[in-house]
Structures are given as structure tokens and as C-alpha cells.
């Protein structure tokens, strides 16, 4: 009957929480969302079953050797680790939840040396890294997964409708303006008084209107990593939803006139034009702006690999095996991140705001810039184009296309629109560069 007690009081079902509770609930939602609306499943169905993992009570998956000590240990080890924090510790005190959050909050703000010691004697207990824990730690802290993910991006990405009509690139700086908004948004909460955020934190929100998964991951992990979880679920979901969010945004910006006007044929682009391009593109930015270099040089490399045509494995290999095994890994790492303690948060409310906010802000700002550029030229684009200036790609490009032939069946402008939606890739990186390079 002892064993009974003892197994169902250290049970999940026993030890759970309400916040954990709604966690799973959050999760589920994501799975469905997947599965059943087919929202960015390669991501959300990750994301969603790591949440899943990271709120089971008692098992401690997404946390580390310390954390798993300081929830799960006796007063002895509790004792022990208080010692390595440098923390005073009574191990004749009744051990309440206060105390072990006291416990937490000195790990977490411990220096480096401090930090090794303490993990040294957690380990030394006995007690392990969780998995998910150790997915992020690999995958994530070290910056590996986004940029894998870019380099396979890089490997799909046709730069061939930019070449042909070069001015489609400003459509794509000019849909970054959500980001810089949504900065400035950021800093007038925490002005208000309403929702805190500090500037680092407001320029991690800031890239999701680039509408660029990877790409917020990896400002997250530098500038804010405790908002990664929220950033990346607010990104792909915003991706998910290009089709619901952008036309009415579109349509309120143009004219009935203007979303018929038909576009000229793009010229062809030669395979050399191809191949130079992702090179001179790299050196150019990289030596203005070193810090996007990470993002935009695996970006291109990928990108040469495709357009070289002397590398076929390599770019296949990129293309599909390499970025599906590192986006299961990156899902479940961002899936740990979801943890009640870490998401339940007044700043989630208003990352998903803001986030929005971006996107929105960044779609009518590629709108207006191509109606700008209509007035200062002779040479027409159709304005709803420039909608794809976000870097959903290739989605932001299939919704330009889809509102151009419900306004005329003869406007086929997908390839048109894939310009201003590759730009958006490249401006999103600088962007991440210039942040990164202020605020990292």
C-alpha cells in the first residue's frame, strides 16, 4: 500500500499544475491546427508535441541537470546546491516551493565559473540534462538549426524573377518597416507602463513581420532567448495564416484598376547571372554588415550549391534530408521553450499583438512603396506585388497571384511576386544583421 502512496504522489496526474494543465490544452490546438487546417505542419506538429513533453509534471524533460535538482531534490542535495550558488542554506527549514524558486533564480543568474560548478554537482547527484533540454542546447543555443534551415532555403530559392526586374528589391527593404515599427511599438508599452519590454526584447519581437521562421529563432536566441517559445509560435503561425491576413490588407490599399493592371513577361536570366549573383551579394553585405553574415552567407551558399549544377547531391541533400531532420529537431527545441513557466506571461499577450502588428505593417508597407514606384516611373508594377515583400515564401508570392486573378483571370503574376518575396528573405537577414549588430 506504501508503494501505491509513493508511486501516485510522485505521479504527473498527482503533481499537476493548472498552468501546465493549460500548456497541454495550447498544445493540442497547435497539433490540431496541424493536422487538421494544415497550418505550417512541418513546424507546429514539432512545436506542438515538444510543448506537450516540456509540460509533463515530474518528468523534466526540457530542463537542465540544476533545474531538475532544485524541483526534484531532498533537503541534503538542495543543501549542496545552495552551497555551489554560494546561496545560505538551513537544511533543518521546512523546504517550500519559495525556496526552491530562490534556488532557480540564483542559478539562472550565476556566472559562468559558478554555473559549471553547480552543474557539476548536479550531475554528481545523479540527476541528467532533460532531452529536450539538451535539443535546445545543441541545436539552438549554438545558433546550428536556423542556419542549416537557411542554407536549405537558399538551396530552393530561385533568384531568377529578382535579376529579371532588379526593382522588385526595394519592394522587399520596404516590407522591413514592420520590423522597425513594431520596435518602436514595443518601446511605447513599455513607455505606457502597460506591458514591459526592453529593447532587446522589442527587436526580437520585431522580426517576426519579416515573416521569416528561422530568422526570428535566431534573433530570439541572441537578444532574448526566455521569448523564444512565443516569438517562434507567433512567426509560424503569422506564416500559417498569409492567406486570411494580407488580402484584406491589399485589397483596402488598391484600386479595382490597380490589382488588374497585367505585367510584362520576365526576361530570361542566364545561368552565370545566377551563379555570380549569391557571391557579389555576400561580399557586398558582408563587408557593410558583418554580423548578417551567419544568416545570409549559409543563405547563399545554399543558393550557389543549386545554381552551380556541380554539386547535385550536396543541394538535394540540403533541399530534403538535411533541413527535414534539422526542422524536427528545431520544432521539439522550440516545443521546450513552451513550458507554463515560461509562456503564461502577460509578454505573451503582447508578443502575439505586436507580432501581428508587424506583419500587417510590413504587407501595406511593400503595398505603398510599389504605388510609389509606380509614380516616380514610367515602368508599372502591379502594387499587389509588393505585398510579397514579406519572406514567406513562397506563400506571400501564391496570395499576390491568387488576388491579382480574382481581379482578372489573365493576371497570372506569380513569378513577378517571387522578386519582391525573395528580396524579403535577403532584407529579413539584414535586418536580423543590423540588430544584432546594435543590440547583440
Given at each position: 500500500m506504501e508503494g501505491l502512496s509513493k508511486l501516485f504522489f510522485g505521479s504527473g496526474l498527482y503533481n499537476l499544475q493548472w498552468g501546465q494543465a493549460l500548456m497541454?490544452?495550447?498544445?493540442?490546438?497547435?497539433?490540431?491546427?496541424?493536422?487538421?487546417?494544415?497550418?505550417?505542419?512541418?513546424?507546429?506538429?514539432?512545436?506542438?508535441?515538444?510543448g506537450l513533453l516540456a509540460n509533463i509534471p515530474e518528468a523534466g524533460l526540457a530542463m537542465s541537470a540544476v533545474e531538475n535538482a532544485i524541483h526534484l531534490g531532498n533537503a541534503d542535495q538542495l543543501a549542496n546546491i545552495a552551497a555551489a550558488l554560494h546561496v545560505p542554506f538551513d537544511s533543518a527549514a521546512t523546504i517550500t516551493e519559495s525556496l526552491r524558486h530562490e534556488l532557480l533564480l540564483?542559478?539562472?543568474?550565476?556566472?559562468?565559473?559558478?554555473?559549471?560548478?553547480?552543474?557539476?554537482?548536479?550531475?554528481?547527484?545523479?540527476?541528467?540534462?532533460?532531452?529536450?533540454?539538451?535539443?535546445?542546447?545543441?541545436?539552438?543555443?549554438?545558433?546550428?538549426?536556423?542556419?542549416?534551415?537557411?542554407?536549405?532555403?537558399?538551396a530552393m530559392t530561385d533568384f531568377g524573377p529578382l535579376l529579371a526586374n532588379p526593382r522588385t528589391l526595394l519592394l522587399g527593404a520596404a516590407a522591413q518597416f514592420g520590423i522597425f515599427g513594431t520596435i518602436?511599438?514595443?518601446?511605447?508599452?513599455?513607455?505606457?507602463?502597460?506591458?514591459?519590454?526592453?529593447?532587446?526584447?522589442?527587436?526580437?519581437?520585431?522580426?517576426?513581420?519579416?515573416?521569416?521562421?528561422?530568422?526570428?529563432?535566431?534573433?530570439?536566441?541572441?537578444?532574448?532567448?526566455?521569448l523564444l517559445g512565443a516569438i517562434a509560435v507567433a512567426a509560424y503561425s503569422y506564416m500559417a495564416l498569409v492567406p486570411l491576413i494580407q488580402p484584406p490588407i491589399?485589397?483596402?490599399?488598391?484600386?479595382?484598376?490597380?490589382?488588374?493592371?497585367?505585367?510584362?513577361?520576365?526576361?530570361?536570366?542566364?545561368?552565370?547571372?545566377?551563379?555570380?549573383?549569391?557571391?557579389?551579394?555576400?561580399?557586398?553585405?558582408?563587408?557593410?554588415?558583418?554580423?548578417?553574415?551567419?544568416?545570409?552567407?549559409?543563405?547563399?551558399?545554399?543558393?550557389?550549391?543549386?545554381?552551380?549544377?556541380?554539386?547535385?547531391?550536396?543541394?538535394?541533400?540540403?533541399?530534403?534530408?538535411?533541413?527535414n531532420i534539422v526542422t524536427i529537431v528545431l520544432g521539439l527545441s522550440v516545443g521546450s521553450k513552451l513550458s507554463a513557466d515560461k509562456f503564461l506571461d502577460i509578454q505573451t499577450l503582447g508578443i502575439l499583438v505586436l507580432g501581428l502588428a508587424a506583419f500587417c505593417v510590413g504587407t501595406a508597407s511593400g503595398v505603398l512603396m510599389a504605388k510609389l514606384m509606380n509614380i516616380l516611373s514610367h515602368h508599372k508594377v502591379n502594387p499587389l506585388i509588393g505585398s510579397a515583400g514579406v519572406s514567406a515564401v513562397p506563400m506571400a508570392a501564391r496570395v499576390s497571384n491568387k488576388v491579382g486573378l480574382e481581379a482578372n483571370p489573365q493576371n497570372f503574376l506569380l513569378m513577378h511576386a517571387m522578386g519582391p518575396n525573395v528580396a524579403g528573405v535577403i532584407g529579413s537577414a539584414v535586418a536580423a544583421g543590423i540588430m544584432i549588430k546594435f543590440l547583440g
Open positions: 497541454m490544452v495550447i498544445c493540442l490546438a497547435l497539433l490540431f491546427l496541424a493536422i487538421r487546417k494544415g497550418f505550417e505542419p512541418l513546424l507546429l506538429l514539432p512545436i506542438g508535441f515538444g540564483a542559478y539562472k543568474g550565476s556566472a559562468s565559473a559558478m554555473h559549471e560548478a553547480v552543474t557539476f554537482a548536479a550531475l554528481d547527484m545523479g540527476y541528467a540534462h532533460g532531452m529536450l533540454y539538451q535539443f535546445f542546447s545543441v541545436a539552438i543555443m549554438s545558433g546550428v538549426a536556423p542556419l542549416l534551415i537557411f542554407m536549405g532555403v537558399g518602436l511599438g514595443a518601446a511605447a508599452l513599455d513607455a505606457s507602463g502597460m506591458i514591459p519590454f526592453t529593447i532587446k526584447e522589442a527587436a526580437a519581437i520585431g522580426i517576426i513581420g519579416g515573416a521569416d521562421g528561422p530568422t526570428s529563432i535566431y534573433v530570439a536566441t541572441l537578444l532574448s532567448p526566455h491589399m485589397k483596402a490599399l488598391t484600386t479595382a484598376e490597380e490589382r488588374k493592371m497585367k505585367m510584362e513577361q520576365l526576361r530570361h536570366v542566364s545561368r552565370t547571372e545566377k551563379i555570380f549573383f549569391p557571391i557579389i551579394l555576400l561580399v557586398l553585405v558582408a563587408l557593410f554588415l558583418p554580423d548578417a553574415a551567419p544568416l545570409l552567407g549559409m543563405f547563399c551558399l545554399g543558393n550557389l550549391m543549386r545554381e552551380s549544377g556541380v554539386v547535385d547531391r550536396l543541394s538535394d541533400t540540403a533541399q530534403n534530408a538535411l533541413i
